[in-house]
């Protein structure tokens, strides 16, 4: 007889096996951490606060490799992606010898992709469009998150003219102090927002969880994305309907884009389902470590595009 994936039995069967693997994970990091800490100590022995950073750094790298190989295990045994599998459980701060280590692996093809509303440097308005939704829901006016979109559309896109009266290009940029100039190319991280003309760090702290700043034509994964983001993207879907279909995905995730869309509420206009996914590419691996006296946090941008993931940018601190 054929098990039901989706049932009570098989979801705790399959939760004892996360909090199995959850505990091997801990163990792993510790072990990491311990033979990083063997080879490395010796040549840095003496040097006092330096040691302890290098220390610490190499730790939070240990647990970035971890972080891959974590995710290569889970694209080797799946191909759909959602907050119930191993990868997506926190570990916990784990002592070693002389300080101690943890993280998390964050899904950001579960983000709306901002740089998705540019692309080959002319504007995507159904992208654009699902800004300006997003915004809305945050709580802006109409009339602001348009400026706001096209201001964000003028920092990217490869034209020096701007959408709107609100936006702006380098002539407005060039008088503001300090000085500032559009890349006209795509974001790098979202913290850029700051330069952008009309976002506000209060802004910025509302879109964080929501948004990412990815390779342009990244897919969304359905299965991670916030009530937020599915209300954004799918014209007509309110955000008590999306807070629903997230609800009944904690029940039993979608399996597929079919699935998705017969869970779908009836809706006016079909959403453009070609850029939608069950799966994910996109991670961001947090480590958090700390030897002796210094603390390190280690954050890595992962591209699971091949089984193992590159790493597009990293950031420590």
Do not use: C
């Amino acid at each position: 007889m054929m098990t039901n994936p989706h049932s009570p039995a098989q979801k705790r069967s399959q939760r004892g096996a996360a909090v199995i693997l959850a505990l091997l994970v801990v163990a792993l990091v510790a072990g990491i951490a311990a033979a990083a800490v063997g080879d490395f100590g010796i040549a840095l022995e003496g040097v006092g606060g330096r040691h302890d950073q290098a220390q610490a750094s190499l730790l939070a790298r240990g647990a970035v490799d971890w972080a891959r190989n974590v995710l290569a295990e889970d694209a080797r045994t799946t191909n759909v992606d959602h907050p119930g599998e191993p990868w997506a459980i926190k570990v916990a701060n784990t002592p070693v010898e002389g300080g101690s280590v943890g993280g998390e692996i964050l899904d950001f093809s579960g983000r709306f992709n901002l740089n998705n509303l540019v692309r080959d440097g002319a504007a995507n308005e159904k992208e654009i469009a699902s800004f300006i939704r997003l915004l809305q829901l945050l709580g802006l006016p109409e009339m602001a998150a348009r400026a706001k979109a096209d201001a964000l559309v003028d920092w990217i896109d490869a034209d020096a003219q701007p959408r709107s009266t609100e936006s702006a290009e380098a002539a407005w940029y060039g008088a503001q102090t300090p000085r500032r100039q559009p890349p006209n190319a795509p974001l790098v991280d979202v913290d850029e927002l700051l330069q952008v003309r009309g976002f506000t760090t209060d802004l910025l702290a509302l879109l964080r969880p929501l948004v990412a700043a990815l390779p342009v034509g990244s897919m969304l994964n359905v299965n991670t994305a916030p009530p937020e983001v599915l209300a954004a993207v799918i014209p007509g879907l309110g955000l008590d309907a999306a807070r629903q279909l997230v609800a009944q995905r904690q029940q039993a995730w979608f399996k597929d884009l079919g699935d998705f869309s017969t869970r779908l509420p009836r809706l006016q206009q079909q959403p453009d389902f070609s850029t939608f996914a069950t799966n994910s590419r996109y991670f961001l691996a947090v480590a958090r470590s700390r030897y002796g006296v210094s603390t390190v946090r280690l954050e890595v941008l992962l591209d699971r595009g091949q089984n193992w993931s590159d790493i597009l940018w990293q950031r420590l601190s």
